[in-house]
């Protein structure tokens, strides 16, 4: 599916799975002016528009993610003073329905 899109040159990319350094580094390497390269976790057309798979990128160690910093939002402008806190990924739960386990894997809680 994801390839399809691709092809379809809608998208420069894909990031498969955790995002966080997968983005990063592709950001990175599109500003140093890199156009065809691998890169773990990430689906990218390449050279001829072949689709360069990056396979799957190792998950990150939730201890090592930084707290996220909102003091350049204004707060005030916003109708609901609620902020976002993730205290782990995953799911414990098999429902028939959802895919997350299958996602995630794993239940991974960050400390």
Not at 39 to 63: C, E, H, Q, T, Y
Not at 78 to 83: E, F, T
Not at 89 to 95: D, H, L, P, S
């Amino acid at each position: 599916m994801v390839e399809k899109l691709l092809n379809s040159n809608l998208f420069d990319a894909a990031i498969m799975g955790e995002g966080e350094e997968t983005c990063l580094e592709l950001i990175q390497r599109w500003e140093k002016g890199e156009e065809h390269f691998f890169l773990n976790g990430a689906l990218m057309r390449g050279k001829d528009n072949a689709v360069i798979d990056g396979g799957v990128r190792p998950f990150m160690k939730l201890k090592t993610l930084a707290t996220p910093d909102f003091s350049g939002f204004d707060l005030t402008k916003y109708p609901r003073k609620l902020l976002p806190i993730e205290f782990a990924r995953g799911c414990t739960a098999e429902c028939a329905f959802c895919e997350e386990t299958k996602y995630w894997v794993s239940y991974r809680i960050k400390t």
